[in-house]
């Protein structure tokens, strides 16, 4: 489960960054959860870029992995 605040790897596009917030979507009447994050992997960025997928389409890694990178 990740929580407000963990660091989250997007499967995909392989952004970093931190959770931020919740939501949802609904796709032919199911509820399929979201999160919300704060990418910090761009550094050629210079504003601040939200990214929100389904909940499965992240990967939670440690504040450690963070730092290395």
């Given at each position: 489960?990740?929580?407000?605040g963990d660091y989250?790897?997007?499967?995909?596009?392989?952004?970093?960054?931190?959770?931020v917030a919740y939501g949802h979507e609904i796709l032919d009447s199911v509820y399929l959860?979201?999160?919300?994050v704060e990418v910090v992997s761009d550094t050629?960025?210079?504003e601040r870029t939200f990214l929100e997928?389904?909940?499965n389409?992240?990967?939670?890694?440690q504040k450690e992995?963070?730092?290395n990178n």
């Open positions: 489960m990740l929580n407000i989250a790897l997007h499967k995909a596009t392989g952004k970093l960054g931190q959770v959860p979201t999160i919300k050629e960025i210079d997928d389904l909940y389409k992240w990967e939670p890694i992995q963070h730092s």
